[in-house]
T-cell receptor, first 117, second 110 residues
Framework: GAVVSQHPSRVICKSGTSVKIECRSLDFQATTMFWYRQFPKQSLMLMATSNEGSKATYEQGVEKDKFLINHASLTLSTLTVTSAHPEDSSFYIC?????????????FGPGTRLTVT | GQQVMQIPQYQHVQEGEDFTTYCNSSTTLSNIQWYKQRPGGHPVFLIQLVKSGEVKKQKRLTFQFGEAKKNSSLHITATQTTDVGTYFCAGYTGRRALTFGSGTRLQVQP
């Protein structure tokens, strides 16, 4: 199946700093990628839809100036958490859909665990 | 907005017992997908159901999609310790992104 990678897998940063998370589709092109956030023992909550070459679409309640998304190529989307605070500590997961060949499933990256101290 | 709820939130079973999780959407779904997330891991796709009333089986797992396409269930026969994890249903309502259910965490006692 298709592979989606994320980097870094874990990051610890100090309050007030910014953190960039990369999401790559390794063996397929993804015009659309999705960013989710998952707090402990909770479900995945969609944060935004990342569209290659255009602005991301953010879900209600997600600050676009705080969570900057860039989708510069068909295989790479980045999420930057700006001026991170402890309440931003969470598991961030990206996903992408391989629409070639009639596929329909979303492939998830391994996730990035962010801890803000 | 759309809500997708799952019950139970948590289930603890003895190995060999059966397990069922139920998924209910506030709106009609075009299709429903099921994912499994192991502790510390990321969601892994299990299956997709599209047709009203559809039933699919994968070894000990049986998936059903309701007639009204607003609910679904996952049944595991004779659970094993490898079944431990959180099971999520997820659906599209015309949007391009999946909306995930609240999840059911399964613990299997050996």
């Amino acid at each position: 199946g298709a592979v989606v990678s994320q980097h870094p897998s874990r990051v610890i940063c100090k309050s007030g700093t910014s953190v960039k998370i990369e999401c790559r589709s390794l063996d397929f092109q993804a015009t659309t990628m999705f960013w989710y956030r998952q707090f402990p023992k909770q479900s995945l909550m969609l944060m935004a839809t990342s569209n290659e070459g255009s602005k991301a679409t953010y879900e209600q309640g997600v600050e676009k100036d705080k969570f900057l998304i860039n989708h510069a190529s068909l295989t790479l989307s980045t999420l930057t958490v700006t001026s991170a605070h402890p309440e931003d500590s969470s598991f961030y997961i990206c996903s992408a859909k391989d629409v070639s060949g009639g596929h329909y499933e979303q492939y998830f990256g391994p996730g990035t665990r962010l801890t803000v101290t | 907005g759309q809500q997708v709820m799952q019950i139970p939130q948590y289930q603890h079973v003895q190995e060999g017992e059966d397990f069922t999780t139920y998924c209910n959407s506030s709106t009609t779904l075009s299709n429903i997908q099921w994912y499994k997330q192991r502790p510390g891991g990321h969601p892994v796709f299990l299956i997709q159901l599209v047709k009203s009333g559809e039933v699919k089986k994968q070894k000990r797992l049986t998936f059903q999609f309701g007639e009204a396409k607003k609910n679904s269930s996952l049944h595991i026969t004779a659970t094993q310790t490898t079944d431990v994890g959180t099971y999520f249903c997820a659906g599209y309502t015309g949007r391009r992104a999946l909306t995930f259910g609240s999840g059911t965490r399964l613990q299997v006692q050996p």
